[in-house]
């Protein structure tokens, strides 16, 4: 049955040990127990999530100093505590050096002592893997926004290219028309226009060629009241002038 309780695992050679500290913190924690260190191992390598490994340090076999070494292999992340009767320098030396425990306990010892300590380790357990995630997500937004910022300065730089060209291509109208608007050599006869090489050419080829303009012909209305209007008028005058002149032959 899953629990939202902490995993302590507990190894001792003594199943006496074992009851009690079961007994001992079974309502705040989910206990596991192992009577030697290649079945802590065992544990440890099928749960992965165990958050404190409690172990003797004298014990047949593999020594308490030792498994805590290998556990911090199996699971990096799990606190470590060891206990003993003894309070010989060097085993403490060792399981600080060697198993880099979170602390020592003295056997024997008091359940509140116990309770205060082994909830202690669950919660710098949890504080470390909280730690790890918000890391981890820090470590993830941060490569979402270096690609962000890589897509934007991309786009920026399309941008900029673009703005070049726009700006490239208004000099070259701004010095069309700056050239449109210096003085222009005209014919006061055949009204062609003097080029930059001194040749004549029509008013129309050279608008075309320094401006892409195109002119149509059409008639303004000054023109139109001058000169087509009087066309008919001109027209029939011209045509009854000459019927005259005919009779006057015959």
């Known amino acids: 049955m899953e629990t939202n309780l902490s995993k302590v695992l507990y190894v001792d050679d003594e199943e006496i040990n074992l009851i009690n500290f079961k007994e001992a913190l079974c309502d705040s924690f989910e206990i596991l127990t192992a ?58 030396i060792a399981a600080i050096n060697e198993g880099h425990v979170y602390r020592y306990i003295l056997k024997p010892w008091s359940e509140d002592d116990l309770l205060i300590t082994v909830t202690l380790a669950t919660e710098r357990y949890h504080l470390k893997q909280h730690n790890r995630e918000l890391m981890e997500k820090l470590n ?37 028309l700056k050239t449109l608007q210096g003085l222009l050599a005209i014919c006061s006869y055949c009204k062609k226009i003097r ?16 401006s892409d303009v195109l002119l149509t012909h059409g008639i303004c209305h000054e023109c139109y009241e001058r000169v087509i209007k009087e066309i008919p008028d001109q027209v029939a005058q011209f045509l009854g002038k000459g019927l005259t002149e005919i009779k006057s032959e015959t």
């Open 35 to 92: 009577l030697s260190g290649e079945e802590a191992l065992e544990m440890l390598a099928m749960e992965p999530d165990i958050a404190l490994v409690v172990s003797d340090q004298r014990m047949p076999g593999m020594k308490g100093i030792d498994l805590l070494s290998r556990a911090r292999e199996l699971a990096p992340h799990a606190e470590r505590i060891i206990i003993t009767g003894y309070t010989d320098p060097a085993d403490i």
């Open 140 to 176: 993830r937004n941060n490569l979402e926004l270096k690609d962000r910022v890589r897509e934007r300065t991309a786009e920026l730089a399309m941008i900029n290219q673009t703005l070049i060209a726009k700006v490239e291509e208004l000099e070259k109208t701004k010095y069309e």
């Open 195 to 210: 080029d930059t090489n001194d040749t004549w050419i029509p008013l129309e080829e050279y608008l075309h060629k320094h």
